[in-house]
């Protein structure tokens, strides 16, 4: 009877360590992400993973984290909900990754929460800004980027600080454009700067035409863009078919590169805000060292505002995985980075503590020029 005790016992206690060292070997880091990689956000995505896969590959090519290479999976849904969460599933699993990192999408990101709490599989760097996954703290998840609530505020306050009082708003009908819209409806009763007309676009019909008239009628002199990718862009194209020229505002899940090559000279103008150092600035060293490693891999390579979170992330998590030590499990992560104390790239500083997974807080406004670039 005692030896059948205490052999569940054993059994037991490696099931647990099994589950906190699972991804991890003495030669291998797994990761894995269900990534947007196909559809109007897909090419954004696929930057993020480029300039992640750009830093992993240089840590490899100097030995790893402690011995051991990153390895990093992506699997595409999409931007469907259902087949975010099976990939999720699939990752852990299947794949027996460590951890789920930079995966898309704030409904996405809401569907794999609860695999991930069940299986004690961490999430680094979810690629959404919404305050629901902020406001209250899960051990599990560590944001980078700023949050939503962050941007909207910094492009209502400009707005009204620059005598702007005629705002709408253009979002799609989505996971994403609800929750950017409900962050620019709080920042608006907070600044009080009531909004002039919503636009709303039906995902799975869009009609842009429609939009483009209906901020014709509503007139207004500013229109803050809920929306990404290539739904931006088309919108924006509508409506300067029109007669009227309002300024446009996006918030930094929209793309440059997308906006710049779909738009072209017409990107001249808009404003978007900016989670990341500008890459114009080569007195921040993260910047310099992108540029460096992009370059040493292809002397043709364009840098991308997008690849650079990718690398900024990526940056990140090794500075975790390097404090955590050579015996590397979940509880080691999690300890490491609430103990890190700020960690700094030029003014983007992340904070992590028992009683905040934030990240950052950091955001500025650029505007494109006509070479498509961000000026601060």
Do not use: W
């Not at 390895?71 to 699939?90: H, Q």
């Not at 609800?178 to 962050?183: D, F, I, Q, R, V």
């Not at 992108?290 to 690398?311: H, I, N, T, W």
């Amino acid at each position: 009877m005692k030896c059948s005790i205490l052999l569940a016992f054993v059994l037991s206690a490696c099931t647990l360590a099994h589950a906190s060292d699972k991804g991890v070997t003495p030669t291998e880091i797994k990761l894995g992400a269900s990534a947007v990689l196909s559809g109007p956000l897909g090419a954004q995505t696929s930057e993020y993973g480029v300039g992640s896969r750009l830093y992993f590959d240089a840590v490899n090519a100097a030995g790893g984290v402690h011995g051991r290479k990153i390895s990093y999976v992506t699997l595409d849904d999409g931007f469907d909900v259902k087949r975010a969460a099976e990939n999720t599933r699939k990752l852990i699993d299947e794949h027996g990754v460590f951890m789920i990192y930079n995966n898309t999408g704030t409904a996405q990101t809401a569907a794999i929460l609860p695999l991930l709490e069940q299986s004690k599989t961490l999430v680094f760097g979810p690629v959404t800004g919404a305050s629901a996954f902020r406001d209250k703290y899960n051990p599990y998840v560590f944001h980078v980027r700023a949050g939503y609530a962050a941007e909207a505020r910094r492009i209502v306050s400009q707005l009204k600080q620059t005598g702007i009082s005629r705002i709408a708003v253009f979002y799609q009908d989505d996971g994403l454009g609800k929750t950017l819209l409900g962050e620019l409806r709080n920042a608006s009763a907070a600044e009080n700067v009531p909004f002039t007309a919503e636009i709303k676009l039906d995902p799975k019909q869009p009609d842009f035409s429609a939009a483009a008239a209906a901020t014709l009628k509503a007139q207004p002199q500013a229109v803050i863009l809920a929306t990404a990718g290539t739904t931006l862009t088309s919108y924006v194209s509508a409506v300067l078919e029109t007669t009227t020229r309002p300024g446009f505002y996006g918030f930094s899940v929209a793309s440059q590169d997308v906006i710049k090559r779909e738009l072209k000279e017409q990107a001249r103008g808009i404003v978007l805000a900016q989670i990341m150092p500008s890459l114009r600035n080569t007195s921040v060293p993260v910047v310099v060292e992108y540029l460096k490693l992009l370059r040493e891999r292809s002397g043709e390579a364009v840098p991308s505002a997008s690849q650079f979170e990718g690398f900024v992330h990526a940056k990140l998590l090794v500075v975790g995985l390097r404090r955590a030590g050579p015996k590397l499990t979940t509880d080691s992560f999690i300890k490491a980075m609430e103990s890190a104390g700020d960690i700094g790239f030029g003014r983007f500083i992340a904070r992590y503590t028992p009683q905040s997974h934030v990240g950052s807080t950091y955001v500025e406004l650029a505007i494109m020029d006509k070479l498509g670039q961000l000026r601060y």
